[in-house]
């Protein structure tokens, strides 16, 4: 069989395809890889808005607001990506929901806070803003004491439905529904939740299902999915 003689150009050629190739399949991870998520609350005697995923929240990658070109990594990402600018207001028409946002963290066990108030919704500030790359997350209580809170129709959203979030940059994203579904506590779809995403995502969380009066808690979430399709300039701003 003949040998064949490789100059030092080709050989440089194939590796710098290769490194193409590498450099791709990386990006490609990144955007499957979930972000470390929080604990989601499972309840309280009022009934809380949202569940707890299992391991302790950490600081999710910086937004970033992408320019496409065409042939490079950028086409991975799809749809319109606004940069990072916090969020300060949640409306949803169709169930005339309008709300302020309160920032959420985690607490001392790890889990991610609710709102103290429950006519309030909130952003869990260690992922994304609503509007960047990835999934956003506000939730909201269901009930409190038996009386409807803010989320309390958020089952009633259905696919194509939109959801505004006004930003402090004194931009409203805009949002359409996707999906929206209900989950038993104890298998909480923490990677669909929190995972990562090639498109600029909003999660709502709240309770649903039966209440079980046993343990003063509901025993699902509900999780309505959306997608940011547009953004328009406020046209009034919204104090936090």
Request: hydrophobic fraction near 40%; charge should be positive.
């Amino acid at each position: 069989m003949p040998t064949r003689n490789w100059s030092w150009r080709t050989y440089a050629a194939c590796l710098a395809a290769l490194v193409g190739l590498v450099g791709v399949a990386l990006v490609v991870s990144a955007l499957a890889r979930p972000s470390s998520p929080p604990s989601v609350p499972s309840g309280s005697p009022a009934g809380e808005a949202s569940s707890r995923p299992t391991d302790r929240a950490q600081p999710a990658p910086k937004p970033i607001q992408v320019q496409r070109k065409r042939g490079g990594v950028q086409d991975l990402v799809t749809g319109p990506v606004l940069p990072a600018a916090v969020p300060v207001h949640v409306s949803i028409p169709r169930l005339q929901v309008a709300s302020r946002l309160v920032r959420l963290g985690v607490d001392t066990h790890g889990a991610m806070e609710v709102p103290k108030d429950p006519a309030t919704a909130g952003w869990y500030y260690l992922g994304p803003t609503p509007g960047a790359l990835g999934p956003a997350v506000i939730a909201g209580h269901v009930t409190w004491n038996q009386v409807p809170a803010v989320f309390f129709r958020l089952a009633e959203l259905r696919r194509g439905d939109v959801v505004e979030v006004a930003r402090s940059d004194d931009r409203v994203a805009v949002f359409t529904v996707t999906r929206v579904s209900r989950f038993a506590k104890s298998r909480f779809p923490t990677r669909a939740v929190f995972g990562g995403i090639n498109h600029a995502g909003l999660r709502l969380i709240t309770c649903g299902g039966q209440f079980d009066p046993s343990v003063h808690r509901y025993r699902d979430n509900v999780v309505a999915f959306a997608t940011l399709v547009s953004a328009h300039a406020t046209s009034h701003r919204h104090r936090p």
